[in-house]
């Protein structure tokens, strides 16, 4: 079991680098702070200041905040959280937007948000067409027009011809991972976009009762199939295109106990999905995209909801093992999906995350 008296006596007040240099007056008036991260990328930060109070120097108070001296758009902004002896950094990006809320009988407060470099992707929109070109290949293109590195870890196929109609870049890519069942993220300069299997995130341990302060966890078949089709036309070869993955893509992946689709085949019989919207061109694509389908629903058969105690090292990514939650529920295998780190000055540090599995343990 985790010892959490250093932590529990430790400080948990958020650091904050403006500019590379540490910012004092902003740790000291910081009221509330949320950031946030999904698996589609992009972390948001919002944070909430007192307004009011002496400058250095000066005996009366006055607005804080407000000169464009620490805050103002487009200053790189740092976040590092958890026990003052052991920082981590959880937050690096642009301040892109300044709020001053005033309440009669309330201290002012300075609002900010801020995003992270995927914010450059989300803001420029392009007409463009792509032809014999991957998924990889599409990111280290979009990763160099806006001067970032490029790491690719997804296995998909060549497509003749790729349209990027009035999308954002951030947009566009989200789209190719999300039919790979794929993530996309920016890490210190570099932009990715890697499978599941690929994603190299760390290891938690979570323990109901100890670090884990609440926890939801649920097995639904509503969104399981059997199987999942994909159909269209291959122009090239006048012929049709007919392609289906099946629950053994799913059960390769549930290594610790019953998945989804095979629970669903025993309770209510075949129950198949198709795939409509987007035409494939080949019947590599249409594989492609079966198969991611079908793992995406597969996954999200088991889904978490929790708060820790405050856990900085969680990301999207990490790898989640549960104690203490029942035979069915408990042990490794959960990918988180969503964080978010919280601290305010009641509660000090929590982190709310979701995470996912396509199992339940054989205790069920």
Not at 123 to 140: G, I, S, V
Not at 184 to 189: A, C, E, K, T
Not at 294 to 303: D, G, N, P
Not at 330 to 347: A, K, N, S
Request: charged letters at 25%.
């Amino acid at each position: 079991m985790p010892d959490t008296s250093q932590l529990l006596a430790d400080s948990t007040l958020p650091r904050f680098y403006v500019g590379g240099e540490e910012k004092g007056d902003l740790a000291r008036d910081v009221s509330r702070l949320d950031i946030e991260e999904d698996a589609q990328g992009m972390k948001r930060l919002r944070c909430v200041f007192s307004a009011i109070g002496p400058e250095r120097g000066a005996r009366d108070e006055r607005l804080l905040y407000q000169d464009g001296a620490i805050l103002d758009f487009g200053v790189s902004l740092e976040v590092a959280m958890g026990p003052a002896s052991l920082p981590r950094t959880v937050f690096k990006g642009m301040l892109s937007a300044l709020e001053l809320a005033m309440e009669q009988s309330h201290e002012p407060e300075v609002r900010i948000y801020a995003e992270d470099k995927l914010m450059q992707l989300r803001m420029t929109r392009r007409f463009k067409t792509y032809e014999n070109a991957t998924p990889a290949d599409l990111l280290r293109e979009i990763a160099g027009q806006h001067g970032l590195q490029a790491d690719a870890q997804v296995d998909g196929p060549g497509m003749a011809v790729v349209q990027q109609w009035n999308q954002s870049d951030l947009a566009f890519l989200r789209g190719q991972a999300r039919r790979l069942a794929a993530d996309v993220w920016i890490d210190d300069g570099k932009l990715h976009m890697a499978s599941r299997e690929k994603r190299q995130g760390n290891n938690i341990t979570l323990i109901q009762g100890n670090d884990l302060l609440a926890v939801e966890l649920r097995a639904d078949l509503a969104h399981q199939r059997t199987a999942v089709k994909v159909g269209g036309f291959d122009d090239a070869q006048q012929d049709a295109i007919d392609e289906e993955a099946g629950g053994g893509v799913a059960s390769a992946e549930a290594t610790g106990g019953r998945g989804g689709p095979s629970i669903l085949q025993q309770a209510f019989g075949e129950r198949v999905g198709y795939r409509v919207r987007e035409a494939p061109s080949t019947d590599a694509e249409a594989r492609a995209w079966a198969k991611a389908d079908l793992q995406r629903r597969a996954r999200r058969f088991v889904t978490v909801r929790g708060i820790t105690l405050g856990s900085p090292t969680m990301t999207v990514g990490s790898l989640v093992k549960i104690e203490r939650v029942g035979p069915a529920f408990e042990g490794e295998g959960y990918y988180v999906t969503r964080v978010r780190h919280c601290f305010d000055r009641q509660q000090g540090m929590r982190t709310h995350f979701e995470a996912e599995r396509g199992w339940i343990g054989s205790g069920s």
